[in-house]
């Protein structure tokens, strides 16, 4: 691996500006909102968010009619939604010991340091409030969401004192689970209707505290991108397949099918937990794999997560 392989630049932080600009939508159109007349605003469409039930006035849409209310009280009542305005866009970011691994295009602290810098570029040019965290085994450090160039330079510092900060042998030791920290503190940080993106290790989600993130998704947009490394998918056929970690050194012979097939059923229970975890709280999911750029990966996540927000 070569150090830019190993460690995160400035110039690939900053470098992700220009790739956000390959997404679709990623120049919002301003909407004629029907509390402004001609005016153009910045409410989003009719939003999703609904108010109350009221009766029938005519010009209102048929389509929001709501029949059950209609049915029991023999009067025609409509359905009354807010329109969605902005919405703070965060991300938290891992960058611990146990993300200081790669066999591919870089190390998993690499990858997820690129795709924060991607999401945060893409808000921007969105003209939405961007923050973040970056956290690792003992501490967080937060960026409060801003409309703002430094708020991003911000982040992207963080992330690279961050990155920079692990070293090769690191303890790997965690009292609890690095991600529980991050969500008990950004319980303090986020406010109710952001999007919030976390990158986070693929195996986080065997210590994941899932009521932390439960009371996050009950108010938030919640997408979910654990990263990984292909090795953590499947082990290659060979006689001695040697890991080092600080001063240990471990030698497997994986010429041993069950010794594959194990680390394989591993790995796919993790990637079955995850997709059980997004789809009891409705939020989106999108493994990260180290051997391909993450503008790859997350192009049709986030366009498709635009397109939601128009």
């Known amino acids: ?100 691994f790669g066999t591919q295009r870089c190390f998993k602290s690499v990858l997820a340091a690129e795709a924060c810098a991607l999401i945060a570029w893409m808000a921007l040019a969105h003209n939405d409030r961007i923050g973040g965290m970056v956290f690792d085994a003992e501490q967080c450090h937060e960026i409060r969401p801003r409309r703002s160039r430094q708020a991003i330079l911000q982040l992207l510092n963080r992330l690279l004192s961050g990155n920079h900060a692990l070293q090769p042998g690191a303890p790997a030791a965690m009292t609890d689970e690095p991600l529980n920290l991050a969500l008990r503190h950004s319980r303090e940080v986020i406010r109710p209707g952001s999007i919030l993106y976390l990158l986070c290790d693929h195996s986080a989600i065997d210590g994941l505290s899932q009521p932390l993130l439960n009371a996050l998704g009950a108010h938030n947009d919640l997408v979910l991108l654990p990263i990984f490394d292909p090795l953590e998918a499947s082990l290659p056929s060979s006689p001695a397949l040697e890991f080092v970690q600080d001063h240990q050194r471990l030698t497997l ?55 939601r927000r128009h």
């Open 1 to 100: 691996m070569t150090d830019s392989a190993a460690y995160i630049t400035l110039d690939a932080l900053l470098e992700a500006r220009r790739h956000c600009r390959e997404l679709p939508l990623s120049g919002r159109p301003m909407h004629a909102g029907r509390q402004t007349g001609r005016q153009f605003s910045r409410l989003r469409g009719r939003g999703i968010d609904f108010d109350q039930v009221r009766l029938y006035q005519p010009g209102d849409d048929i389509r929001n009619i709501d029949w059950r209310v209609t049915a029991r009280t023999r009067k025609a009542h409509t359905k009354v939604f807010n329109e969605e305005r902005e919405r703070p866009i965060f991300v938290l970011c891992e960058q611990s010991s146990r993300m200081f």
């Open 253 to 307: 012979n994986t010429t041993d099918t069950a010794l594959r097939e194990a680390w394989a059923t591993q790995f796919l229970t993790r990637q079955q937990a995850w997709q059980q975890l997004a789809t009891r709280l409705r939020c989106g999911l999108q493994p990260l794999d180290t051997s391909r750029p993450p503008i790859e990966q997350l192009r049709l996540l986030l366009s498709t997560h635009a397109r």
